[in-house]
């Protein structure tokens, strides 16, 4: 049973380009967490969203930012017109129900040159 | 604003003592805690839970205390293993929050 896959684990961008990170929730998972961790701080949650909606993006930045989670594929974090700032770890989690723990995989760093 | 605080950024313990991880809380409604180990280069990974309604959760080297008047949990690794070096984080949630809550980590580090 594969766990929460994220890819790439490495993504260098420059400053202005668009970063797209990917997330395989576990099979059978519908809810799916983005999580950012910057250099020496902890996990600062982003969004949740269940299949084709979202429930919370209430640690999304309001621009440049967004995130899907469609009936058919991956879930998706976008990053338009990335600056230095963007640069982080970003961690996709997933979990059956919102009561259960949950699943992380093991992130995408994001460099932003 | 920090609802979840790890005062302690880290933590050395010599291999077969004991280890103790300290959280503190602000937000009264949260009803549900757990704790998570990372390693360098990997995702979290969830080690043990404690609902609201214990004061104590236990699994194998792993015991979480909760006390609720102090807003307070901790986590006891006895004994502690070279293995256990890693960064554990405290997260919460609960019944006015749909997420998890995670504070900034402890970097554990268990010396032969």
């Known amino acids: 049973n594969a766990g929460v896959m994220q890819n790439p684990r490495h993504l260098v961008r420059r400053r202005g380009q668009e970063a797209r990170l990917r997330c395989s929730p576990v099979?059978?998972?519908?809810?799916v967490y983005w999580y950012r961790q910057l250099p020496e701080e902890g996990l600062k949650f982003m969004v949740y969203l269940q299949k084709e909606n979202i429930i919370d993006e209430s640690g999304m930045p309001k621009e440049r930012f967004s995130a899907e989670f469609p009936k058919e594929g991956p879930s998706i974090l976008r990053i338009q017109q990335v600056v230095r700032g963007d640069s982080a770890a970003y961690f996709c989690?997933?979990?059956?129900?919102?009561?259960?723990?949950?699943?992380f995989g093991n992130g995408t760093r994001l460099t932003v040159t | 604003d920090q609802q979840v605080k790890q005062n302690s950024p880290s933590l050395s313990v010599q291999e077969g003592r004991i280890s103790i991880l300290n959280c503190d809380y602000t937000n009264s409604m949260f009803d549900y805690f757990l704790w998570y180990k990372k390693y360098p280069a990997e995702g979290p990974t969830f080690l043990i839970s404690?609902?609201?309604?214990?004061d104590k959760n236990e699994d194998g080297r792993f015991t979480v205390f909760l006390n609720k008047s102090a807003k307070h949990l901790s986590l006891h690794i006895v004994p502690s293993q070279p293995g256990d070096s890693a960064v554990y984080f405290c997260a919460a949630m609960g019944s006015n929050t749909d997420k998890l809550i995670f504070g900034t980590g402890t970097r554990l580090q268990v010396f032969p």
């Open positions: 989690a997933s979990s059956p129900d919102a009561n259960s723990p949950l699943h």
């Open positions: 404690i609902s609201s309604i214990k």
């Open positions: 099979k059978g998972h519908s809810h």
